[in-house]
């Protein structure tokens, strides 16, 4: 019972302020969907206790879904340590962002649709990661993407939030069809969709071949490569990632919710939970290393050079979920899940302490307009402080560190420890971008706090702290981000707990336990990632505080290079040159010349205007003369006549 409350809360709270928010107002909206959030995140703390830490794993069933000859879909709810995990974050994220949006929203008129959605969301991305079968988490998949959709175009009357919305949708879609034909190549090969049914016969069928394209390939390796393409769309890896930037138009918390914890992560979510079967699939493995790796290090690159508040933190976003992906691709599943759960924490608190600093700035969003305001709002200044110490993975080894610095330290030890050419390429590319990571962190702080003022002298006269109904949510994330690391390492990665804890919720093969071969590697490995963030923390500092000539100086000299990044390596004019262009081309030609001329031409519009012609000619007739109707009248006689006499 406590499972089913868990996850239809939020879906109960969205349809009690989305159908009667009007009645019941605004406040009445907020109670409602807040209230059930926090039921369902105690009810989350009391499973992951039960599941994760007593063992006590079960499968819920609730009904029988698809019937259709021998397919068989039931819907049921799959709750083991991963799923536990899971609904801690999606379940506690999610309440401080619905808190959190009290205050923020406040003067929105619309505030029960607001909190509508975000319940939505909720509920949503809980079935995602509840479900038992692949047709099951497809519901949840898509249903994120609905509602993030509604989410991001919130604020529907400005023509950039209608742009971003639906280039998140189609840019997902694209992944999405990967997916689902993943899904198709996985019934292909197991002859069924549901997760107890795959599993075990993954090792099975380690050798199967099936023809895709022509090609005799690898079952799994296709069917593995094909739901990566899915994980890419959802979780921004490069190639698909052009949507997560123009997402920002949405409000802040929005931001917080889709790019922190919930929508972004639920492509590592379903790698790690397809374990068994990636386990089996090594070119796969080795495709995700690669790309996750370069996703950290491209999206890196572009945050140093982005001045839009929130767009740095996407950014910032898109390169920890590389450090996710690649490693899952060295098989350090768990590591990678610890990294989704440490960094939920900091990531949410450093979006929800931007929106706190647009709040205070009137809606001011670029950094190059703020400074000096680090004693005005100095609770938003600090947690923003602990957000920043723990993605660049700030500690004192074997002291204490901030929660990014343990979890992201085992991904790149794991990807060293792997032992392969793409696991060590992984880890350079993770230090160069754990670099980068410290550097625009920084930057970002010194931008926006320190300095000069830079802003005009009518909004830095009303730059205020935010409210208590803001600055609560941002304290429980802040804590998460000093403790989520210490808290949970032993557990998630750790030599003695790591097994009893997961319990058989991911699956390695022995050959392939990085994180074993992690803990037992060189020591430079794991120090080297916080030395390069202390040196990127230093240089920022130099460039931003002591020698702020620096960075115009630098861009200058690598003026080509900067244009490049600053652009975002132009992959959205490429993909509107490639894919936009033609698509509108093509539209229209079919809208003008074969809907338009052919269809309609020929079809509809010619019938009628046959219509009207004959019509028009027979009213002609209709002149009003009667010796025009008595010349008539003389014709038709003279045809009737006609006929008879000719008639055979």
């Known amino acids: 019972m406590a499972v089913i409350a868990a996850i239809f809360l939020p879906l109960l709270a969205a349809f009690i302020a989305g159908f009667f928010g009007r009645r019941i107002g605004d406040l009445g909206s907020q109670l409602v969907t807040c209230g059930a959030m926090v039921a369902a995140l105690v009810l989350s703390i009391i499973l992951f206790i039960d599941v994760a830490v007593n063992g006590h794993a079960t499968v819920v069933p609730l009904a029988n879904w698809v019937a259709s000859g021998d397919f068989h879909v039931d819907w049921a709810l799959r709750v083991d340590t991963l799923t536990a995990v899971m609904l801690i974050v999606v379940n ?8 959190y949006s009290v205050g923020y929203m406040s003067h929105d008129p619309d505030k029960p649709r607001f909190m509508s959605y975000l319940s939505l969301f909720t509920f949503m991305m809980l079935m995602l990661v509840t479900s038992d079968n692949l047709v099951q988490m497809f519901f949840g998949w898509e249903g994120v993407g609905v509602a993030s959709y509604l989410l991001i175009n919130f604020w529907f009357e400005k023509k950039s939030a209608n742009d971003a919305s639906m280039k998140a949708f189609l840019v997902n879609r694209v992944g999405d069809f990967g997916f689902a034909l993943g899904i198709f190549s996985i019934f292909i090969i197991f002859g069924s969709v549901e997760f107890g049914t795959i599993f075990p016969a993954a090792a ?8 895709f394209l022509g090609w005799h390939v690898s079952a799994l390796d296709c069917a593995c490569l094909l739901l990566f393409v899915g994980a890419m769309g959802k979780s921004a890896q490069l190639g698909l990632h052009t949507w997560l930037p123009d ?8 931001s917080a919710l889709i790019h922190a914890a919930t929508m972004v992560t639920a492509g590592v979510f379903m790698l790690a939970r397809m374990s068994p079967v990636f386990e089996y699939a090594p070119t796969a493995l080795a495709v995700v290393t690669v790309l996750g790796a370069l996703t950290a290090f491209v999206a890196a690159t572009i945050g140093m050079t982005q001045f839009d508040i929130k767009r740095v933190i996407a950014y910032s976003t898109m390169s920890q979920l590389g450090y996710m992906f690649f490693a899952i691709g060295v098989s350090a599943y768990q590591a990678a899940v610890f990294h989704l759960m440490t960094h939920a924490f900091f990531k949410a608190l ?11 700035m009137s809606g001011e969003q670029d950094m190059r307009k703020m400074g000096g305001i680090a004693r005005l709002i100095p609770f938003t200044y600090v947690v923003m402080w602990i957000g920043n110490l723990a993605l660049a993975g700030v500690g004192i080894p074997g002291v204490y560190g901030f929660a990014g610095f343990y979890s992201k330290d085992i991904v790149l030890e794991a990807a060293y420890g792997s032992g392969t050419a793409v696991g060590h390429f992984a880890y350079w590319l993770g230090i160069a971008a754990a670099f980068m990571t410290a550097f625009y962190s920084w930057r970002l702080l010194i931008m926006t706090f320190h300095g000069k003022p830079r802003a005009s002298k009518e909004v830095m006269d009303h730059v205020h702290e935010s409210p208590l109904v803001m600055t609560g949510p941002l304290t429980v994330l802040a804590i998460g981000a000093l403790v989520a690391g210490i808290g949970g390492y032993e557990w998630f990665v750790g030599h003695a707990a790591r097994a009893e804890f997961w319990r058989g919720a991911i699956q390695v093969l ?6 074993h071969a992690a803990h037992e590697g060189p020591e430079w490995v794991g120090l080297l990632p916080l030395l390069v963030g202390l040196a990127g923390i230093a240089l920022a500092y130099v460039c931003y505080m002591f020698v702020p000539g620096i960075p115009a100086t630098f861009t200058k000299i690598v003026k080509p290079l900067h244009v490049l990044v600053f652009n975002k390596y132009f992959f959205d004019q490429i993909y509107d040159v490639l894919f936009v262009k033609p698509a509108q081309v093509l539209g229209f030609g079919l809208w003008k010349a074969g809907d338009g001329a052919i269809i309609d031409g020929l079809g509809p519009d010619g019938v009628a205007k046959t219509t009207r012609g004959v019509a028009a000619g027979v009213s002609r007739l209709q002149s009003g003369y009667v010796y025009h109707y008595a010349f008539a009248m003389v014709i038709g006689v003279v045809a009737l006549v006609g006929w008879f006499y000719f008639k055979p």
Do not use: R, Y
Request: no cysteine.
């Open 92 to 99: 506690g994220v999610s309440t401080m962002v619905h808190i």
């Open 204 to 211: 099975g069928k380690a050798h199967a071949t099936f023809n």
């Open 510 to 515: 022995h050959a392939h336990d990085s994180i």
């Open 247 to 254: 997402a920002m138009e949405g409000p802040t918390p929005v």
């Open 350 to 360: 450093l979006f929800l302490g931007a929106g706190s600093v647009i709040h205070a």
